[in-house]
C-alpha cells in the first residue's frame, strides 16, 4: 500500500473529525471518499456518453415558456425579473 501526506491541515482535521463521528479511521474516509469520487466520475462520463446535446437545447428552450413566474421570481418592488 503507498502511503498518501495530506498537508493541509483543515483537511486533515476534518477528515479527523469525520472518522471519530463515524467510528472508524482517518484511512477508511480517505479510502471510502476516493472510491465513492471515482465512482461519480465514472457516473458521469457514462451519462455524458448518452447525452443528445441538440435535444437538452429544445427542452431548455422551452423552460418556462407559458409559465408565470411565482412570488419568489418576483423582485422586492414586485417588478418582474427579465429573462436571461
Known sequence: MNAVQITDAALIEQAEA???LKGVT???IITDTLAEA???ENY???RAQRADPVKAL???ARAGVGNE???AMLKDKGER???P
Open 18 to 20: 469525520m472518522a471519530k
Open 26 to 28: 482517518v484511512s477508511k
Open 38 to 40: 471515482f465512482r461519480m
Open 44 to 46: 458521469f462520463n457514462a
Open 58 to 60: 429544445e427542452i431548455l
Open 69 to 71: 413566474p411565482d412570488e
Open 81 to 83: 425579473i427579465a429573462p
